[in-house]
């Protein structure tokens, strides 16, 4: 079983939130409180440490109590920039990310994905949903042995910026959860407000 102290957590909220206007999104409040903070206090007890991906307001990010690193690519280049910048800071023999967006997600996701991954001797695990009669990768909530960075590292210097051409190179393992609308995120403003009047 992997402990989790040997897990760090990474919040990615290094996002254009251009569906969103162009907000930084993880300092939306979502009932008064920004939606990076909400997965900070969701993320925290299940792994050993957490540190947030974020590209502005870094000072408002760092007042949460974790280490903030900003994307080590140009450009707001996608989760897989936020991936790059955490396993380049990550400390431990894995790495778990997920969304600043997405405040309800499993208390027990971080323990399901490493029991998986655990099991199967992956690389990396990540969360599924079935929705409509078919299942849906979740690739934002994966835990992944930091030894993938040098994978990493070469795909995206090659220019790609794909989560699932990158994780296709490695052994992976997909986790069904049960509650799709765990996984609900906050893209718009709108679904925002959806968020908040489901909650």
């Given at each position: 079983?992997?402990d989790?102290?040997?897990?760090?957590?990474?919040i990615l909220a290094?996002?254009?939130?251009?569906r969103?206007?162009?907000?930084d999104?993880?300092?939306?409040?979502?009932?008064?409180?920004?939606?990076?903070l909400?997965?900070?206090l969701r993320?925290?007890?299940q792994?050993?440490?957490?540190l947030i991906?974020a590209n502005?307001?870094l000072g408002?990010?760092e007042?949460?109590?974790?280490?903030?690193?900003?994307?080590?690519l140009?450009?707001?280049?996608?989760p897989?920039a936020?991936?790059?910048?955490?396993?380049?800071?990550?400390e431990?023999p894995?790495?778990?990310t997920?969304?600043?967006d997405?405040?309800?997600?499993?208390?027990?996701?971080?323990?399901r994905?490493?029991?998986?991954?655990d099991?199967?001797g992956?690389d990396?695990?990540?969360?599924?949903?079935?929705e409509?009669?078919?299942v849906r990768?979740?690739?934002?909530?994966?835990?992944?042995?930091?030894?993938?960075?040098?994978?990493?590292?070469a795909?995206t210097?090659s220019?790609?910026?794909k989560?699932d051409?990158?994780?296709?190179q490695?052994?992976c393992?997909?986790?069904?959860?049960?509650?799709?609308?765990?996984?609900?995120?906050?893209?718009?403003?709108?679904?925002?407000?959806?968020?908040q009047?489901?909650a």
């Open positions: 079983m992997i989790p102290n040997d897990i760090t957590g990474l290094g996002g254009r939130g251009s969103m206007g162009g907000v999104k993880g300092l939306q409040t979502h009932h008064g409180v920004p939606l990076a909400h997965a900070l993320l925290s007890p792994v050993g440490q957490v991906n502005r307001n408002a990010y007042a949460m109590g974790a280490s903030v690193w900003p994307d080590a140009p450009d707001y280049a996608g897989l936020g991936f790059l910048a955490g396993l380049e800071h990550c431990t894995y790495l778990v997920v969304p600043c997405s405040p309800n997600f499993p208390l027990d996701l971080v323990a994905l490493a029991a998986a991954l099991a199967d992956a990396i695990a990540m969360a599924a949903t079935l409509d009669g078919q990768t979740q690739p934002v909530f994966c835990l992944m042995r930091s030894n993938v960075l040098e994978s990493l590292v795909f210097q220019g790609q910026r989560i051409r990158w994780t296709a490695h052994r393992v997909e986790i069904c959860f049960d509650d799709p609308q765990a996984f609900a995120n906050a893209n718009t403003l709108a679904e925002l407000q959806r968020l009047s489901n």
